[in-house]
């Protein structure tokens, strides 16, 4: 049996398909749903059960002989969200009962970190994880707080020799785009987001700089294709000797403005993009470079390569949005 919290969301809803599609066995999604339609998410979906943030612990007492593998995507990942009380519980004290739950048990642990725990950069984006290294980033959102604040926590456990979880991965996820994120609303990716104007051949406005460093649209980001993502998550099932923090992106930045224009053409038009001022709010936070560096989890063992911007970018349009049938 495999848990996977916050299965019905984005990255969560993608795993369980490739566990479907390798035949893993029983499997249950622990979230939300709300109203809305994020129950379209894992509709396709053979599932074991479908459990309430608030059963989780007296379902996994229950199930604890079966229980092989628990693979927490859960979390408040809205950038934009202010109730830091609200972000903790669900971010930082929920994700440390897991693992205590998860080593007490003999359970494997797989978890989302974010690479909203670097900051603005300036500590660079290496993902070691040692106390030293970790000490010094500096988190610009509540929520990268909460995500770093459970990374310290766990290297902490760690280096003291405390009991931890037969194999233990936090992965610190970069700018991801696929399907099933359509729920998120502003927090779509902008692939998501440029998609309807440029099927409308009509102009999408991107952020405008106000960093003299980087020109409109110029801003910079390691975009990931979900699918690698996953691919990444089902070698770490398969391979349950490997332990760590580990960065999971692409390793090479592109600008949003390239983001964009692969949209247009993937739907046969010219790009359209004009430029808007980046809001006041998020203005003195807004992350203007971001590129992950892969050695860790090559030295791990992964070998597979990761999608292009072009590529990720063609198959989301064509296989997803475009298709009449956008959930995978």
Excluded at 146 to 164: C, I, M, P
Excluded at 210 to 231: A, E, M, S, T
Aim: glycine content about 8%.
């Amino acid at each position: 049996m495999i848990l996977v919290t916050g299965g019905a969301g984005f990255i969560g809803s993608n795993i369980l398909a490739a566990l479907e599609e390798k035949g893993a066995g029983k499997l249950v999604v622990c979230d939300r749903l709300r109203s809305g339609t994020k129950w379209h998410n894992i509709a396709k979906r053979e599932l074991a059960d479908i459990v309430h943030p608030e059963q989780i612990f007296q379902f996994l007492e229950a199930n604890a002989k079966h229980m092989e593998v628990v693979i927490h995507m859960g979390a408040i990942s809205a950038t934009t969200e202010t109730d830091a009380d609200k972000i903790l519980a669900n971010n930082f004290s929920l994700s440390l009962a897991l693992w205590k739950w998860c080593a007490v048990h003999n359970v494997r642990f797989i978890y989302a970190s974010s690479a909203a725990t670097y900051g603005d950069g300036a500590q660079g984006f290496d993902d070691d994880g040692s106390m030293e290294h970790l000490a010094h980033l500096r988190p610009l959102n509540a929520y990268g707080w909460s995500k770093h604040l459970f990374d310290r926590r766990v290297a902490r456990k760690v280096l003291a020799g405390s009991r931890k979880p037969p194999q233990w991965a936090g992965l610190k996820f970069f700018n991801v785009y696929g399907p099933n994120e359509y729920h998120k609303g502003n927090q779509q990716s902008v692939v998501a987001q440029v998609y309807p104007h440029a099927e409308k051949n009509a102009a999408y406005q991107l952020f405008r700089s106000h960093n003299p460093k980087y020109p409109d649209g110029g801003q910079l980001r390691d975009f990931i294709w979900v699918g690698d993502v996953v691919d990444v998550i089902m070698w770490l099932v398969e391979n349950p000797k490997v332990s760590g923090l580990f960065n999971v992106g692409t390793g090479k930045a592109r600008s949003f403005l390239d983001l964009a224009n692969a949209v247009y053409r993937a739907v046969g038009r010219e790009p359209q993009i004009k430029f808007r001022d980046t809001p006041i709010e998020i203005r003195d936070k807004y992350q203007y470079f971001t590129q992950a560096k892969m050695e860790r989890l090559a030295r791990a063992g992964y070998t597979k390569p990761f999608t292009s911007l072009e590529d990720g970018v063609e198959q989301y349009v064509k296989r997803f949005l475009a298709s009449g049938d956008a959930y995978r």
